[in-house]
Each structure stands twice: as C-alpha cells, then as structure tokens.
C-alpha cells in the first residue's frame, strides 16, 4: 500500500546566503528514500515529499533543527535574498527576515516571487521579479512586476522609493490583497500587474 505523500518546499531561513548545516541535512536524508533525488530551486529551497499523514510532526521537527517549511504550489515563495555581504544590520536583514514572515506561504492566485537585495548592485535579482526590493541607505525602494524568462522578460516598474521598514512591509501586504482579492484564476502577478495598471495600483495603496 503506497503512502501519501505531499511536497513542501524547505530552506535555512532568511540568513546570510542559502545555506543549511549538518545536522540539517542529516535530518532531511532521515526522509528520503536511497535512490530519492531533492531539487534545488533557483529560490533557494529544496524541495521535499513527506507523508501526509505525520506531515505537521515532520514540518516541527524541521523548524526545530532551524529549517523553514512552506507550502508548494500558488503561494508566495520565500523571499530570495542576496547574500548580505555588508553585515546583517547594513543591508537589511532583519527587515528581509520580517518581510519573509509577512508575506511567504499567502495563497495567491498563481506562485509569486518575491525578492530583496542589501544594496545597488541587486544581486538578489529584485529587478525581474514579482517583487522587488531594493535598499538604499536606509530606505527601500519597491519594484513590481517583473519577469525573469521568456523573449517578453522584463524588469519591474519601480513603483515606490525611500520607503520606511514599516512602509515597506504596508505596501507590499496591500499589494498582495489587491492581487490576493482581483487576481484572476492561475493569473501570473506581472499579468495582473499590465491589467490593472501600474498608475491604478499606485492609487489603490
């Protein structure tokens, strides 16, 4: 009798880089078969088939090794980040490990990416993302909609700058309600994003 399983998406949390430790990875080969293979995304998660029927027991044991669980599938992702070269409290981590907390695991109606990178040189890849975020100094700049792939990629319109932390996670949650609640079935954000109307998102903050 097969067992049921489901896909979880797993990563080290908001920290300087994607990184995860021995003991965590001892932990993740405790649930994999011996010929299973995990795959390694481009948002710095593994992802992973646990059974369903002791998923949540399985889910606490990760978060108490220090792992972060998040559902697979139209949620938004955890945030990909750069890897803070400058130190934690330069480059915003603590704002990036709040925004993380805000927003990853929504549901929305087709998987949104969000990004945040410390400083201008944006190796977080904010610029071609759902969401971005970039910090300057000590304010943020937001970008949305933008696309990575495809002969129509493109980068994000910035939509506002010289953000507050606390203006920052406001906005990007309002922005995620208006997507959340006016989105339409599997319609990706940078979609939603030319249908609306970036002047018309702007009004709508």
Known sequence: MSVEKIKIAVNG????????????????????????????????????????????????????SGLSCYPVGNYVKSLRTCNFCKGSEEEGMPIAQELNRIIAGREVPFTLKAAYTGCPVGCGEPLVNDIGIMKIKDTYS????????????????????????????????????????????????????????????????
């Open 13 to 64: 949390g908001i920290q300087f880089g994607a990184k995860l430790n021995a003991k965590q990875l001892a932990l993740l080969a405790k649930y994999l078969d011996e010929d299973q293979e995990v795959e390694l995304t481009t948002f710095q998660q593994i992802y992973l088939e646990i059974p369903q029927s002791n998923a949540n027991e399985i889910m606490q044991e990760f978060r108490l």
């Open 142 to 205: 937001l970008y949305i909609g933008g696309k990575a792939t495809g002969k129509d990629a493109e980068i994000g319109t910035l939509l506002m700058k010289e953000l507050s932390p606390e203006e920052l996670y406001r906005n990007v949650e309002e922005i995620l309600e208006l997507y959340i609640n006016e989105g339409k079935k599997r319609e990706k954000f940078y979609k939603f994003v030319n249908r609306i109307g970036i002047d018309q998102i702007k009004e709508r903050l």
